[in-house]
C-alpha cells in the first residue's frame, strides 16, 4: 500500500497529465488567437513546472530513503528514460517523413535528439535527462540545506524570476545569450526541481501544514492568480496575445508554485475522502501511464482537435478533443504496456516476468 504521501502525489500527477492535453487541445484548436482562448492556455501553462516539481519530490524522496549508489542509479534511470526517449524521437520522425528515404530518417533522428526537435513534446524528457545528469550534485544540495530549505529556496527563486525576465522582455534569447536553448536546459526550472526537493525532505511537516491552512494556501492562490491576470491583459493589450500567452514569464513563477501547492492540497482531499474514491482510482491510472499518455497523446490529439475545430464552436472542440484524446491515449498506453516493449516505449511495463522487478511510474 502506497503512502498518502505518495497517493496524494499520484492526484497531483493524474491532473496534471490532464492538464498537458488541456492546454494542446487548447493550442490545436485555437492557437490562441482569441483573447479567452489565449487566457485558457496562460492558466494551463503551470503544467511543465509541476511536472518539474514532482520529478524533483519523487526522486529526491526515493534517495532520501536508501543508501545512495549512484552507479545503480543512473544504471537505473538513464535507460528507462533514454530509451523511450530515442523511440518516441524516432517514431516521431517517421511519422513525419515515412519510410522512403531510412539513411534521412535516422541522420534527422540524430541530429534531433540533442534538442529534442523530433516533437515538441519531448523536451520534458530531454530535461529529465539532464536532471538525472545533475542530480548528484542537486542531492547533496538540497541535504546540505534541508534544516535551512528558505535560504536556499529564496536564491533560485529570485534567479527564477530574473531568468524568466530575460526570456519575456527581449533580452533573449538570440544567437549569444546565455539562454539560446531556452526552455530546454534543466537550469530554466530550477526553481521547481528545488522546491520538490525540497518538500520532500520534511514532508510530514508540509503535509500537515496543507492540511491545516487550506484556505491560505488557496487565498495565496488566488493573489498569484489575479497578478498572472493583470499581467495578461496588460500585455495582450500593450503587445499582442503570443506575447502575453508566454510560458516563460516572470507573472508564471508565483503562479505555477501556488498553483503546484494547491494541487497538492487537492491530491491530500481527494485520497481521504471516500466520496471521491472514483476520481482517485481514475487519477491513478492516469498517473501510473502518465508519461506513455505524455509521448502518444499529440499523435492522437493533432489530427483529432483539427477535425474538431471545423464541427463545433471552440470551447465545445476544445473539451471534446480532451475527452477523446485522454480516453484513447490511456486505452492504447495500457495495451502497450502489457508488452515486453512496453517498458521501453511507455516507462511502465505490466506484462508478467517472474525476473523483472516492479518498476515505478515514472514523473
Known amino acids: 500500500m502506497k503512502s498518502q504521501r505518495l497517493m496524494a ?10 492538464g498537458v492535453i488541456m492546454v494542446h487541445a487548447t493550442w490545436f484548436t485555437s492557437e490562441g488567437r482569441t483573447l479567452p482562448s489565449a487566457y485558457v492556455l496562460t492558466l494551463l501553462h503551470f503544467t511543465r513546472e509541476v511536472f518539474m516539481a514532482i520529478t524533483g519530490l519523487v ?3 526515493a534517495m532520501l530513503n536508501r543508501p545512495t549508489s549512484w552507479h545503480k542509479f543512473f544504471r537505473k534511470r538513464y535507460p528507462i528514460i533514454g530509451i523511450p526517449y530515442i523511440l518516441w524521437s524516432l517514431i516521431y520522425v517517421v511519422r513525419t517523413l515515412g ?3 531510412p539513411g534521412l530518417v535516422i541522420t534527422t533522428t540524430l541530429s534531433d535528439l540533442p534538442t529534442g526537435r523530433a516533437a515538441f513534446d519531448l523536451y520534458y524528457l530531454l530535461i529529465t535527462i539532464q536532471f538525472y545528469t545533475i542530480f548528484p550534485l542537486f542531492f547533496w544540495m538540497i541535504r546540505r540545506y534541508r534544516e535551512r530549505p528558505w535560504r536556499l529556496w529564496t536564491a533560485v527563486f529570485i534567479f527564477e524570476l ?15 545569450g546565455i539562454n539560446h536553448y531556452t526552455g530546454l536546459e534543466v537550469w530554466t526550472y530550477s526553481l521547481y526541481f528545488v522546491s520538490g ?4 525532505t520534511s514532508w510530514e511537516n508540509v503535509s500537515q501544514y496543507l492540511r491545516q491552512h487550506r484556505l491560505i494556501i488557496a487565498s495565496g492562490w488566488g493573489l498569484s492568480w489575479m497578478m498572472l491576470t493583470g499581467v495578461f491583459l496588460w500585455t495582450a493589450q500593450h503587445k499582442n496575445l503570443m506575447t502575453a500567452q508566454s510560458v516563460l514569464q516572470p507573472a508564471m513563477v508565483p503562479y ?14 481527494i485520497t481521504e475522502t471516500v466520496k471521491w474514491g472514483w476520481v482517485s482510482r481514475l487519477l491513478r491510472q492516469f498517473s501510473t501511464f502518465s508519461l ?19 464541427q463545433m464552436p471552440w470551447p465545445i472542440a476544445d473539451i471534446f478533443s480532451v475527452v477523446v484524446t485522454a480516453t484513447v491515449s490511456l486505452g492504447i498506453i495500457r495495451m502497450i504496456s502489457r508488452t515486453r516493449l512496453g517498458l521501453w516505449l511507455t516507462g511502465r511495463s505490466t506484462a508478467p516476468s517472474p525476473k523483472r522487478a516492479p518498476v515505478p511510474a515514472l514523473p
Not at 9 to 18: A, H, K, N, P
Not at 258 to 267: D, E, H, N, R
Not at 294 to 302: A, C, D, K, S
Open 99 to 101: 519510410w522512403q528515404h
Open 197 to 200: 526537493g525540497l518538500l520532500a
Open 59 to 61: 526522486l529526491t524522496q
Open 162 to 176: 530574473l531568468l524568466m525576465a530575460y526570456d519575456a522582455y527581449g533580452l533573449g534569447p538570440h544567437p549569444q
Open 9 to 18: 502525489v499520484d492526484m497531483v500527477r493524474g491532473l496534471t497529465i490532464l
Open 292 to 310: 506513455g499518455i505524455y509521448l502518444i497523446h499529440p499523435m492522437i490529439l493533432e489530427p483529432l482537435a483539427s477535425w474538431a475545430s471545423t
Open 256 to 269: 505555477s508554485i501556488m498553483t503546484f501547492i494547491l494541487l497538492l492540497v487537492a491530491g491530500q482531499m
